[in-house]
């Protein structure tokens, strides 16, 4: 199972998004360094969210996402909401390994086929963001209204093999990741990375053991809750 160390940008900086107002705040200035410090530290992929993009507020780290892309030793996976071909081709371009698209794509028909399609089925990965069980996404409410069943028989009818399932209640709250609800994803044939709450190394142990493919840890890392090399250690 893989580690995926977050690293969320906004600005050219380090940032997390504040879930009740969707604003981020800066949390260290070189989120460069901090991806090398991963790679140092064994990391074989990071997660790279630019909020700028994510928000709707800019291209301002276009330059950066290029260079943590071109890190030496590591696999770089973008996400962040991505529902827009042009979007995704731009991070492949930049050098990422894979792209996650927002499954808030699948409101529009057609629509997740043409982006997966324009990345490519090895490059592509699809988040499955849920609230209290029904596909949703951050800036609404409301559930999408597309049932999380439809759309996980449309990705396997397609090919899409990595998905990314996280409960948004619990994201960014170091309260625990859904890991039961992640790993009745791989019972449908998915490699599934869980992300959303993470905190502690039985819960790496524990995802491990249900099969998962990955989980995203972000706060947790930058809490000091553990380190990465004790992560890997707890992955099997």
């Given at each position: 199972?893989?580690?995926?160390?977050?690293?969320?940008?906004e600005?050219?900086?380090?940032?997390?998004?504040?879930?009740?107002?969707?604003?981020?705040?800066v949390?260290?200035?070189?989120p460069?360094a901090?991806?090398?410090?991963?790679?140092?530290?064994?990391?074989?992929?990071?997660?790279?969210?630019?909020?700028?993009?994510?928000?709707?507020s800019?291209?301002?780290?276009?330059?950066l996402?290029?260079?943590?892309?071109?890190?030496?030793?590591?696999?770089?996976?973008v996400?962040?909401?991505?529902?827009?071909?042009?979007?995704?081709?731009?991070?492949?371009?930049a050098?990422?390994m894979?792209?996650?698209?927002?499954?808030?794509?699948?409101v529009?028909?057609?629509?997740?086929?043409?982006?997966?399609?324009?990345?490519?089925?090895?490059?592509?990965?699809?988040?499955?963001d849920?609230?209290?069980?029904?596909?949703?996404?951050?800036?609404r409410?409301?559930?999408?209204?597309v049932?999380?069943?439809d759309?996980?028989?449309?990705?396997?009818?397609?090919?899409?093999?990595?998905?990314?399932?996280r409960?948004?209640?619990?994201?960014?709250?170091?309260?625990?990741?859904?890991?039961?609800?992640?790993?009745a994803?791989?019972?449908?044939g998915f490699?599934?990375?869980a992300?959303?709450?993470?905190?502690?190394?039985?819960?790496?142990?524990?995802?491990?053991?249900?099969g998962?493919?990955?989980?995203?840890?972000?706060?947790?890392?930058?809490?000091?809750?553990?380190?990465?090399?004790?992560?890997i250690a707890?992955?099997?």
């Open positions: 199972m893989d580690i995926y160390p977050a690293i969320d940008v600005r050219g900086r380090l940032a997390r998004i504040d879930r009740s107002t969707q604003r981020a705040s949390v260290r200035d070189d460069l901090l991806a090398q410090a991963y790679v140092h530290e064994g990391a074989r992929w990071v997660h790279v969210v630019d909020l700028d993009r994510a928000l709707g800019g291209r301002e780290n276009d330059r996402v290029r260079r943590l892309c071109a890190l030496p030793g590591v696999a770089v996976q996400g962040g909401n991505i529902t827009d071909a042009d979007w995704a081709r731009d991070m492949l371009d050098g990422a894979r792209v996650v698209l927002g499954s808030a794509a699948a529009e028909p057609g629509r997740l086929e043409g982006l997966v399609s324009a990345v490519g089925i090895d490059r592509a990965a699809v988040a499955l849920v609230r209290a069980g029904a596909l949703a996404a951050r800036d409410s409301e559930p999408l209204p049932a999380l069943e759309l996980t028989a449309l990705l396997a009818g397609i090919g899409v093999r990595t998905v990314l399932h409960d948004l209640p619990r994201d960014g709250t170091l309260g625990g990741a859904d890991l039961a609800g992640a790993a994803l791989t019972r449908r490699d599934v990375i992300a959303g709450g993470v905190a502690t190394l039985a819960e790496v142990a524990e995802a491990a053991r249900l998962l493919a990955g989980v995203i840890v972000g706060r947790a890392l930058l809490h000091g809750r553990f380190t990465l090399p004790e992560a707890c992955s099997g």
